[in-house]
C-alpha cells in the first residue's frame, strides 16, 4: 500500500488556485487513548459528498500510523498512503469513516499537533497541525461539530481538556479515568485543541451583557497561581470592551485559558479553550515588566476576540489570513488604547510597523496582506499580515467613521456568520453597509511594498491661498513589479504660529481632515489661509507609507511642543532625530565630526520640562530610536555607523540634559508598585531618564543609582531597567548585576529570557563568545522556543553590530543553530532566519557573506520547507 514518491522541491500553492472541497466532514468524534509515548486516535466522521465527479476521497495526514480505516462500519482496503496523507477509493456518497492510527507526542520536538510541553500534553492546530494528529481534510472551509473522549492516566493527567462543554466524566479500573467534551459550533480543525496535565487553576466568573453566567478557568503550572491574576483581569475586561465597543457577547458556558511552556508564538484562540505561552499569562510584579503587564493584555484580548473575529466567521483558505489576524490585531490595538494610552499604544505599533513590516516589505518575503502564493503556511504569520493587516483596518475605520464601520462589522456577521468568508467578503460588508466606494481601496489586500508620499505646498500669500502636492508612489518589491495608486486617508492640521489651528476650507465649503488620495499626483488647495502655515502631516499615523515633506526645524520643534495630535507631536520628534542620523552616520563614514545643534537638544529639554504632557508620551519623545528603527533610513545599512551616532546622541542629551533628567528622574519615583496607566507612565520616564544619564561622559553618578535602583527595586520593572542599562551603556556595575540577577533567577525560565536577551544584546567586543557560551547555562535548552528567541533571537535581530560582524562570525553561528534547529523545529527556525535574507540592504562585502551562509544552509539534508522558501527567495533576489 505504501508508495514512496520520490523527494522533490516544494511546490507553491496558489491563491487563484482555491477550489471548493470535494467533500466536506459535517461532524466528528474523536477518542484519544492518551500517552506521551503513543497515542491511539479514533476519528469517527459524517462524510459527505460535495462534488459528484469525485469519488475518491483524499485526506491530509503527516507522520502518522494507521492502524485501521472503517466505512459504515466496515473495513476498507482500497486505499493508498502518500507522503502527505490518504487516498481512499471510491467511498459512497455520504457515510461514516472510522480511522484509528497512533501518534508518538514525545517525538514530537517541531511543537505542531500533539505535542509534550513539560509534564503535560497539549495541541497546536494551526495552521496545518491537524494532519499531525489524524487523516482529515485539513483546510479550514470544511467545518464540523466536534465532539472529544480523551482517556488518560489520572494521576498524571487529572485534568483533560478540550474545546465546547464537558459533558460526562468517569473513571476506569486501571488507574485511568476519562472526559467527554462537545463543541456545538461547526469549526474547522485548526482550532481544536486538546490539553491533559496537573494544574493549578485559578476560577472566576463573567456575566453576560444579556445575563449568562460564563465560567472562567485559567491552568498554570502548579506554584503558579499568584502569577495567574492579571490575566483573569485582562481577560474579563476583554469580554467587558468587546460587548460595549462591538456588541459581541461571548457563546459557551466555559472559557478556558491554559499556559504552557513550550510554544512557537504567543497564543492560540482554539474554540473555548485558549492556548497561551506562560509568557502571556504569568506576571506578578517581582517577575514580570509593566510591558509584560500590557503584553498580556493585549494577548488575553487578541485571543479572545477571535471568538467573533476567526472562531465565528473563519477564513475560507489561508491566503485570507489577514482576514481574522488584521481585524483582530485591530480590535486589540483599540481594546489596549482604550485601557491605557491611546497615544502611546499608537506609537509603539508604530514604531513596530515602521522598523519590522517596512523592513519586510523590502525584503525576499515581501508580500500583500494577502499572499498570493505560499509553501509554507506557518512563514506568513508576518508582521505584515497582522500588523500591515490591521492598518489596513484601521485606514477603513478612518474612511468610514466609527458608527459606520459597526454598522459593517454587523453586517459581515449578519452574512457570514457560522461560516469561512474572504477578505472581499469583509469589505464587501464594510462598502455596503456605509454606501462608500472601496474599490480602488480594495488594492491594498494586493499589492505588497510601501508607498512613499512626497508632499510639496505653496503659499500664495497674495490670494491668501495654500496648495498642497501630494505625489504617491510605491517602489517595486520582490514580489510584485507593477504599482498601481492606492486609495491613500492622508490625515492633516496647519496651524498659524501662535499655535491656532486653521479651518480647512475651499470656495467656501469646509474640508475634511482626511484627504482623499486616489491618484499619483493631487492637489489640494486651501482658502482664507492668512499666513504661511505649519502643517502637520499624517496625523496618528494615518496610512502605513513612508512621508518625505522638506520641514525645517523650526516647524518639526513647533510640532513637537504644540501639534494637538500626540503621535504627531512624537513623529516630528523622530523627523527631527531622522534629519541629524542621516548627516552624522555621513559624517562619521567621512571621518568628519560629529554635531547636534542646541536648539534641538532646547527642543526635547522643552518637552522633557512639560508640565501637562503625559510622562508616558514624554518617554516615548525622549527614548531614543534603536538601531533597527535607524537602519531604516538608509537603503544600504552601516550598522556600526548607526551604532556610533546613536551612542553620540545619547551622550549629548545626557551630557546637555543631565540636571534635568536626574529632577524628572527623581520626581517620577514611585514608592509602591501599581499597575494603574499613571504609574506604569511615571515609571517609563523615570527609567527614561536613568536610561539617559547613563550615557553622560562622567557616569559615575549612573553607576551609583544604577546600581541602588537594581538593588533596592520591588518589581522587576526597575530591576530590569537598571541592568539594561548598566549592560548597554557599560557601567562598571554591570558585571556584578548580572551575576546576582542569574543566581537568584537562573530556576525561572520566563525571568531569565530577560537576562538572556540582555546578554545576547550587549554592546560588549565579546558578545558572540558570551552567547555561545550561554548555550550552555543551566537556564538554557534549546528545546524551549522562549529560550531560543531571548538568546538566539536577541543577538540576530537586536544586536546588529555584532551579528552583521564584518567578518562573517555573526553568520556563521546563525547557520550553525539553523542546521541544528532545522529539523527539531522548523517554524521556529525561519523565523530566526529573518535578519540573514535581507542581504540586499548591505554593502557588497557583507552581501557576500550572507550569500554564502544562505547557500550553505540550501545544502543541509532534509532541508525543511519553512527555510527552504525563505532561502531560495533570499538567493533568487
Ligand atoms: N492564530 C494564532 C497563530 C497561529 C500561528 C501558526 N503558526 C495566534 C493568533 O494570531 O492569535
Ligand atoms: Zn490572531
Not at 11 to 18: F, N
Not at 250 to 277: H, R
Not at 511 to 538: A, G, M, R, Y
Amino acid at each position: 500500500m505504501n508508495t514512496k514518491t520520490p523527494e522533490a522541491q516544494p511546490i507553491a500553492k496558489k491563491r487563484l488556485d482555491y477550489k471548493a472541497p470535494n467533500f466536506t466532514i459535517t461532524d466528528i468524534d474523536l477518542d484519544f487513548d492518551l500517552a506521551p509515548e503513543i497515542t491511539t486516535v479514533t476519528a469517527r466522521s459524517r462524510v459527505v459528498q460535495k462534488n459528484q465527479q469525485a469519488s475518491d476521497l483524499i485526506l491530509d495526514g503527516e507522520d502518522l500510523k494507521l492502524i485501521s480505516i472503517n466505512i459504515d462500519e466496515q473495513p476498507w482496503h482500497d486505499y493508498q498512503i502518500t507522503k502527505t496523507g490518504l487516498i481512499i477509493h471510491n467511498v459512497p456518497t455520504e457515510f461514516t469513516l472510522t480511522i484509528v492510527n497512533e501518534i508518538k507526542p514525545i517525538n514530537n520536538t517541531a511543537l505542531e499537533g500533539l505535542y509534550v510541553s513539560g509534564e503535560a500534553l497539549c495541541t497546536q492546530c494551526e495552521a496545518e497541525g491537524f494532519r499531525h494528529i489524524t487523516y482529515y481534510l485539513d483546510r479550514p472551509d470544511v467545518l464540523a461539530r466536534f465532539s472529544t473522549r480523551i482517556t488518560a492516566n489520572k494521576q498524571r493527567y487529572p485534568y483533560l481538556l478540550s474545546n465546547g462543554n464537558r459533558i460526562a466524566q468517569g473513571e476506569l479500573a486501571d488507574g485511568h479515568h476519562w472526559v467527554q467534551w462537545q463543541d456545538p459550533f461547526p469549526k474547522p480543525a485548526y482550532l481544536f485543541a486538546l490539553v491533559a496535565g496537573d494544574f493549578d487553576i485559578l476560577k472566576d466568573q463573567f456575566i453576560t451583557q444579556s445575563k449568562r453566567k460564563v465560567d472562567l478557568e485559567i491552568y498554570v503550572d502548579k506554584g503558579n497561581l499568584d502569577r495567574s491574576h492579571w490575566a483573569m483581569t485582562s481577560l474579563k475586561n476583554a469580554m467587558r470592551w468587546d460587548e460595549t465597543r462591538f456588541g459581541l457577547e461571548y457563546d459557551l458556558d466555559i472559557f478556558m485559558i491554559v499556559a504552557v511552556d513550550f510554544f512557537n508564538m504567543g497564543a492560540m484562540e482554539n474554540k473555548g479553550l485558549n492556548i497561551f505561552n506562560s509568557k502571556y499569562v504569568l506576571a506578578k510584579p517581582q517577575t514580570a515588566t509593566d510591558d509584560d503587564y500590557l503584553g498580556i493584555e493585549g494577548v488575553i484580548g487578541h485571543e479572545y476576540f477571535h471568538n467573533w473575529t476567526g472562531n465565528r466567521v473563519t477564513c475560507r483558505d489561508w491566503f485570507q489570513l489577514s482576514l481574522k489576524e488584521g481585524l483582530t490585531v485591530f480590535r486589540d490595538q483599540e481594546f489596549s488604547a482604550d485601557m491605557g494610552s491611546r497615544a502611546v499604544k499608537r506609537i509603539e505599533d508604530v514604531k513596530l510597523l515602521r522598523t519590522v513590516q517596512f523592513a519586510e516589505d523590502a525584503s525576499p518575503m515581501s508580500h500583500p496582506i494577502r499572499p498570493e502564493q505560499v509553501i509554507e503556511m506557518n512563514n506568513f504569520y508576518t508582521v505584515t499580515v497582522y500588523e500591515k493587516g490591521a492598518e489596513v483596518i484601521r485606514m477603513m475605520h478612518t474612511l468610514l467613521g466609527e458608527d459606520k464601520f459597526q454598522a459593517g462589522m454587523k453586517l459581515y456577521f449578519k452574512r457570514h456568520d457560522g461560516s469561512a468568508a474572504t477578505c472581499d467578503d469583509f469589505v464587501a460588508a464594510m462598502q455596503d453597509a456605509s454606501g462608500i466606494d472601496l474599490t480602488q481601496f480594495k488594492l491594498w489586500y494586493s499589492q505588497s511594498g510601501t508607498p512613499e508620499l512626497t508632499v510639496t505646498d505653496n503659499y500664495d500669500e497674495k490670494n491668501q491661498q495654500y496648495t498642497l502636492t501630494v505625489e504617491q508612489y510605491t517602489p517595486a518589491t520582490q514580489d510584485q513589479n507593477q504599482k498601481q495608486a492606492l486609495h491613500i486617508p492622508l490625515d492633516i492640521e496647519l496651524y498659524q504660529h501662535d499655535g491656532k489651528v486653521i479651518t480647512l476650507q475651499y470656495q467656501g465649503q469646509p474640508i475634511h481632515h482626511v484627504l482623499n488620495l486616489t491618484q499619483s499626483t493631487q492637489q489640494f488647495i486651501f482658502d482664507n489661509v492668512t499666513e504661511k502655515p505649519i502643517i502637520s502631516l499624517l496625523r496618528d499615523f494615518s496610512a502605513p507609507v513612508k512621508l518625505t515633506y522638506d520641514y525645517q526645524d523650526n516647524d518639526l520643534i513647533f510640532l513637537m511642543q504644540q501639534a494637538t495630535n500626540a503621535f504627531s507631536r512624537y513623529d516630528a520628534a523622530q523627523m527631527l532625530l531622522a534629519k541629524y542620523v542621516r548627516l552624522n552616520v555621513k559624517n562619521y563614514q567621512e571621518n568628519q565630526k560629529l554635531a547636534l545643534p542646541d536648539s534641538v537638544l532646547d527642543a526635547f529639554r522643552a518637552v522633557l520640562l512639560s508640565e501637562n504632557t503625559d510622562p508616558f508620551l514624554i518617554a516615548q519623545i525622549l527614548t531614543l530610536p534603536s538601531e533597527n528603527e535607524l537602519a531604516n533610513l538608509f537603503t544600504v545599512v552601516d550598522p556600526i555607523a548607526i551604532h556610533e551616532v546613536r551612542l553620540f546622541l545619547l551622550t549629548q542629551f545626557a551630557n546637555e540634559l543631565y540636571d534635568e533628567l536626574l529632577a524628572v528622574y527623581h520626581h517620577n519615583n514611585t514608592s509602591q508598585y501599581q499597575i494603574k496607566h499613571n504609574d506604569i507612565a511615571k515609571r517609563s520616564l523615570k527609567n527614561c531618564c536613568l536610561t539617559l544619564l547613563a550615557y553622560a561622559d562622567d557616569n559615575s553618578r549612573a553607576n551609583t543609582l544604577v546600581s541602588q535602583q537594581y538593588h533596592q527595586a520591588n518589581n522587576m520593572t526597575d530591576c530590569l531597567a537598571a541592568l539594561n542599562v548598566a549592560v548597554k551603556a557599560e557601567l562598571d556595575c554591570r558585571t556584578e548585576l548580572l551575576v546576582n540577577f542569574d543566581d537568584k533567577w537562573h530556576q525561572d525560565g520566563l525571568v531569565m529570557d530577560k537576562w538572556l536577551a540582555l546578554n545576547a544584546t550587549s554592546p560588549d567586543k565579546n558578545v558572540l563568545a558570551t552567547v555561545k557560551k550561554l548555550l550552555t547555562h543551566r537556564s538554557f535548552t534549546l528545546s524551549n522556543p522562549n529560550r531560543i528567541r531571548a538568546l538566539i533571537g536577541a543577538f540576530v535581530n537586536n544586536n546588529p553590530v555584532a551579528f552583521h560582524a564584518k567578518d562573517g562570525s555573526g553568520y556563521q553561528f546563525l547557520v550553525e543553530i539553523l542546521t541544528e534547529l532545522n529539523q527539531k523545529n522548523p517554524q521556529v527556525a525561519a523565523r530566526l532566519i529573518d535578519p540573514l535574507i535581507r542581504l540586499k540592504r548591505y554593502d557588497e562585502k557583507r552581501q557576500q557573506q550572507m550569500r554564502k551562509a544562505l547557500e550553505d544552509l540550501l545544502k543541509i539534508e532534509n532541508l525543511s520547507k519553512d527555510l527552504f522558501e525563505k532561502i531560495s527567495k533570499a538567493l533568487e533576489a
